[in-house]
DNA sequence: CGCATCATGTAAGCTGTTACATGATTAT
DNA sequence: ATAATCATGTAACAGCTTACATGATGCG
């Protein structure tokens, strides 16, 4: 039950409504923590009524901007702190990976490279990102996870093209 | 819809019973795709309803070994090859990563210590693992595999070993 | 004989996806 | 005007987890 976390942990950050916790989901934790609006809004409902989240302020358009009550600032940091994380991942092309070598050679490069080329679009969208940052110079620590990701695709990168060349 | 195409690819590598399948999920997909028995076993009668594996033997204890037919094997080259892959993963490791900046430094470092024990407890299993594959001298596909997630695991560690350093 | 392992299934409940539905506000 | 964006919800369905349930075979 990561999603009530993962919106308390968006909420720390800064008080915002459905849509906008939308949004940061799309652009920020689309490819750790996928979330759409339609698990969001009954989500908040929910820890509304575990007086985790409270309405901090009404706009226009029936918007709710949401923040932490303190018990919910509590739950966040236990959840974090001493809750085991769990460390089960889903990931088909890591099961596609694991499945390749049944596919005749012809076909196995076609996937690989299919995988190399879309690795490659991925690092250079996280090159421009860190470069975004850089410039603006402004201490983000959303820079480091960046930075995470480069290296984590340079490595695949390097393991896929090895992969191309052996086959 | 992968738990499906997994079946599949592994009965491509060798027929199976539901138990034999389970097995090889805990062991070897475990960290990519997990799947229990529960899943399994309905899904295998379904993928016989659909021509894609069929009995081809009987054992002891009602056992039923599966094994593809040749719909089944269409299926999964078609999948694998022509099939616009699903990249997203759900891994709340990274979510917690991305939260970790509101802790305070304390807090912060004990987590970030907890994921490095974890991350280089898992590098050892994958090492001693290499060092099987390589012993026996045999020529596994799986192997590869086995060096990408050091490699992988590596950078996280290095990654772990920095933030550490600046918490 | 008793325990571990082999072997297969079902059911309830939770989580997540896709589609349906509606309406207000802002910019062109 | 009208299109894009802001904004919130619900419903149906698919997929996954946990727990329940049962029985056969092999080993010590």
Redesign the pocket.
């Known amino acids: 039950?990561?999603?009530r976390h993962a919106i308390l942990g968006l909420l720390a950050r800064q008080p915002s409504?459905?849509?906008?916790l939308?949004?940061t989901f799309d652009v920020s934790l689309a490819t750790t923590w996928?979330?759409?609006?339609?698990?969001i809004?009954?989500e908040?409902?929910k820890l509304e009524g575990a007086g985790l989240v409270e309405v901090v302020e009404r706009?226009?358009?029936?918007?709710?901007?949401y923040g932490l009550t303190d018990a919910g600032r509590d739950e966040l940091r236990r959840w974090l702190v001493e809750d085991e994380p769990d460390r089960?991942q889903?990931n088909e092309s890591g099961l596609r990976l694991f499945l390749t070598p049944l596919l005749p050679s012809q076909d196995r490069r076609s996937v690989l490279a299919r995988d190399l080329a879309h690795v490659e679009q991925q690092s250079a969208i996280l090159v421009a990102i860190r470069d975004q940052i850089e410039e603006a110079g402004r201490d983000d620590p959303f820079a480091a996870q960046v930075d995470l990701g480069i290296r984590v695709n340079e490595v695949i990168s390097a393991w896929l093209a090895e992969q191309l060349d052996r086959t």
Chains 1, 2 share one sequence.
Do not use: C
């Open positions: 039950m990561s999603l409504t459905g849509y906008d939308t949004r996928p979330a759409s609006h339609s698990q809004y009954p908040l409902g706009g226009p358009r029936g918007s709710k901007t089960s889903r």
